[in-house]
C-alpha cells in the first residue's frame, strides 16, 4: 500500500506542477519488471524564428518503427527486453543515426540526440549523471494537459482510485491511462503495485 501512495503522490504531484502547461516535465521511473528502459531525448540547440523547435526524429528498435517521432526539447521511455539491440533516429527521412546497446535487466540508459546547424544530428550514449541532469530540461512526449480544472479533476480521480479493491483499483486505472492521465508505463507500474499489496 505504502508503494502504491507514494505513486500516486507522484502522479499527482507531476500533475500539479505542470498546472496549464501543454506537456508533462521529466518524471523519472523505474524500468518494468524484468526488462531495461531506455530514455531517448532531444536536446533543445535550433529554434526556428518564432522560437519553436524545428528537427523532428523518428526512432526505430532494431528497424522496427515504433510510433514516437520526437521533437527538439522532447523524451520519451522505452521499456525493452534484456538483449542487444539497435535503437536508431532519423531526420526528416534522410539522415539515420545507429546505436547499438547490450540492455541488463533492471538498468536504466540514456541516448541523446544533438541537433547539428544545418541538417546534422549526433546520436549517442550520454553519462548517467550528464545525462540526468540534461534530461530534466525536457518534456514528455505526447503528454498533454488542457487547463487547471482539468488537472483537479484528473487528482481526485486518481485518489479514488486508491481507496478501493484491487480489481476496482485496476479497472480505474486503466480508465485514468484511457482518458489520458496516466500513460502506458505508468498504468502498467500503478497495476502491478495494487497486485504487490497485501
Same mark, same amino acid.
Given at each position: 500500500?505504502?508503494?502504491?501512495?507514494?505513486?500516486?503522490?507522484?502522479? =499527482?504531484?507531476?500533475?500539479?506542477?505542470?498546472?496549464?502547461?501543454?506537456?508533462?516535465?521529466?518524471? +523519472?521511473?523505474?524500468?518494468?519488471?524484468?526488462?531495461?528502459?531506455?530514455?531517448?531525448?532531444?536536446?533543445?540547440?535550433?529554434?526556428?524564428?518564432?522560437?519553436?523547435?524545428?528537427?523532428?526524429?523518428?526512432?526505430?528498435?532494431?528497424?522496427?518503427?515504433?510510433?514516437?517521432?520526437?521533437?527538439?526539447?522532447?523524451?520519451?521511455?522505452?521499456?525493452?527486453?534484456?538483449?542487444?539491440?539497435?535503437?536508431?533516429?532519423?531526420?526528416?527521412?534522410? =539522415?539515420?543515426?545507429?546505436?547499438?546497446?547490450?540492455?541488463?535487466?533492471?538498468?536504466?540508459?540514456?541516448?541523446?540526440?544533438?541537433?547539428?546547424?544545418g541538417s546534422d544530428?549526433?546520436?549517442?550514449?550520454?553519462?548517467?549523471?550528464?545525462?540526468?541532469? +540534461?534530461?530534466k530540461k525536457t518534456?514528455?512526449?505526447?503528454?498533454? =494537459?488542457?487547463?487547471?480544472?482539468?488537472?483537479?479533476?484528473?487528482?481526485?480521480?486518481?485518489?479514488?482510485?486508491?481507496?478501493?479493491?484491487?480489481?476496482?483499483?485496476?479497472? +480505474?486505472?486503466?480508465?485514468?491511462?484511457?482518458?489520458?492521465?496516466?500513460?502506458?508505463?505508468?498504468?502498467?507500474?500503478?497495476?502491478?503495485?495494487?497486485?504487490?499489496?497485501?
Amino acid at each position: 500500500m505504502k508503494k502504491l501512495l507514494q505513486l500516486t503522490i507522484t502522479i =499527482i504531484t507531476a500533475i500539479l506542477i505542470i498546472g496549464c502547461a501543454s506537456k508533462l516535465p521529466f518524471k +523519472e521511473q523505474l524500468p518494468l519488471k524484468d526488462s531495461a528502459l531506455v530514455y531517448v531525448y532531444v536536446k533543445q540547440v535550433v529554434l526556428s524564428e518564432d522560437g519553436s523547435a524545428i528537427a523532428k526524429f523518428k526512432l526505430m528498435v532494431d528497424d522496427k518503427l515504433i510510433d514516437i517521432i520526437l521533437d527538439e526539447n522532447e523524451y520519451t521511455p522505452i521499456d525493452l527486453k534484456p538483449q542487444k539491440v539497435d535503437i536508431s533516429a532519423t531526420k526528416d527521412a534522410l =539522415i539515420t543515426k545507429k546505436v547499438t546497446l547490450d540492455l541488463s535487466s533492471g538498468n536504466v540508459y540514456y541516448l541523446r540526440v544533438t541537433p547539428i546547424e544545418g541538417s546534422d544530428f549526433n546520436f549517442e550514449t550520454i553519462n548517467t549523471l550528464v545525462a540526468q541532469e +540534461e534530461i530534466k530540461k525536457t518534456l514528455l512526449h505526447g503528454s498533454s =494537459i488542457e487547463d487547471n480544472n482539468d488537472v483537479v479533476i484528473k487528482v481526485k480521480k486518481v485518489e479514488e482510485v486508491v481507496k478501493k479493491s484491487k480489481i476496482q483499483q485496476i479497472k +480505474e486505472a486503466n480508465e485514468l491511462k484511457l482518458d489520458g492521465v496516466l500513460t502506458q508505463k505508468e498504468f502498467e507500474k500503478l497495476k502491478s503495485d495494487i497486485l504487490d499489496v497485501n
